[in-house]
């Protein structure tokens, strides 16, 4: 399915979290973004982490490729700028991307996904990483009550190199919670090639070699585009 830019100003936000580092938060977002702008969403990258690792690679990003509009949220806080996500973007956005420190723990969960559509959450498959990601996924679950307020929850497993027990584990776990396993990214070099270049791996010039990834990446936001845009003020 490809999803079609809407006439009326209708902004989806979605949101890159889980507390682990290194998981592939920034990751996922920069190519979220790039996908957008291909396709001409305007996409807005917002990120809060105080490395500015989006923002970094933003500026990698050379003027032969569609725009994304970067906002470093702490930068701006610090200068006084307001703290509403859409004063912050040009006219012509469609979709917010926020990428998130990691961290993330207690009520700052419930802050970071305020307004959201969709939340995000990339789990690597060691134990160590599944764990951490369970805890993050109950802490979203009882302090961002995102049951009640309609947010979808998707897992985005990161760096797969096969279907290790312990994602399997995992994998029960959300079944249980009824929480969709929405991509399952293999452990590339693209990515890396890709984020030096300020571009998303379909960007890259690689012919078929990545084709089952970027099929990975559709089924991911045929997800994402699968629900009408929520009112999220
Ligand atoms: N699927 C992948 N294949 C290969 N390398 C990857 C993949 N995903 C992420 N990486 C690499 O892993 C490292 C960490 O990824 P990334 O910076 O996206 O994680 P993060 O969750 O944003 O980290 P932090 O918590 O520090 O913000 C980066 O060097 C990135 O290029
Ligand atoms: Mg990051």
Not at 9 to 19: A, L, Y
Not at 210 to 219: C, D, P, T
């Amino acid at each position: 399915m490809q999803p079609r830019v809407s006439a009326a100003r209708e902004i989806r936000k979605i949101v890159v979290i889980n507390g682990k580092g290194g998981c592939g938060k920034t990751t996922v977002s920069t190519n979220l973004a790039t996908w957008y702008a291909q396709r001409g969403f305007h996409p807005a990258l917002f990120d809060h982490d105080p490395q500015t690792s989006s923002m970094r690679w933003l500026k990698g990003r050379g003027p032969d490729h569609p725009p994304i509009h970067g906002v470093s949220v702490l930068t701006r806080q610090k200068l006084g700028v307001t703290r509403s996500w859409q004063l912050r973007m040009p006219s012509e956005t469609r979709r917010l991307i926020s990428d998130t420190p990691a961290g993330l723990a207690g009520l700052e969960i419930p802050d970071h996904i305020r307004g959201a559509d969709c939340v995000l959450i990339p789990v690597l498959p060691s134990s160590i990483d599944i764990e951490a990601g369970a805890d993050f996924i109950r802490d979203l679950l009882l302090l961002g009550r995102v049951r009640s307020t309609g947010v979808r929850i998707g897992i985005v497993a990161n760096r797969i190199k096969q279907h290790t027990v312990a994602f399997q584990a995992l994998e029960r776990f959300l079944r249980s919670l009824k929480i969709p396993v929405v991509a399952r990214f293999r452990d590339t070099q693209a990515y890396v090639h890709a984020a030096e270049q300020g571009l998303g791996i379909h960007e890259l010039k690689t012919g078929g070699t990545i084709r089952k990834e970027i099929h990975e990446w559709n089924k991911l936001f045929d997800w994402i585009e699968s629900e009408p845009i929520r009112n999220n003020g």
